[in-house]
Nanobody, 120 residues
């Protein structure tokens, strides 16, 4: 069993900061890539940022220069530092991870989601 547990969401004023964490646990052999997605009401889920095991990083254009994704491989944890938050960043944020388990089965796992609300 593999689990992703997120934390760090909340309510913040525009211009403020939040840091999201996502910890992977369970029968993990290796983690290929980890990403953060978000889904606002009435909108499709979109990629916010992703980082591969080799350290390659991608960001959505809308968050470049404001958000930073990082990972601690020793803890199987990734982070999303969100600065200069805007009301349009309001959404449920989900972490995902491309994981190979100890049976060498590869799959994409999702966290339960954490609400980020930015007030104007």
């Amino acid at each position: 069993q593999v689990q992703l547990v997120e934390s760090g969401g909340g309510l913040v004023q525009a211009g403020g900061s939040l840091r999201l964490s996502c910890a992977a646990s369970g029968s993990i052999f290796s983690i290929k890539a980890m990403g953060w997605y978000r889904q606002a009401p009435g909108k499709q889920r979109e990629l916010v940022a992703a980082i591969t095991s080799g350290g390659s990083i991608n960001y959505a254009e809308s968050v470049k220069g404001r958000f930073t994704i990082s990972r601690d491989n020793t803890k199987n944890t990734k982070y999303l530092q969100m600065n200069s938050l805007k009301p349009e960043d309001t959404a449920v944020y989900y972490c995902s991870a491309d994981i190979v388990d100890i049976k060498l089965v590869r799959a994409v796992y999702w966290g339960q989601g954490t609400q980020v609300t930015v007030s104007s």
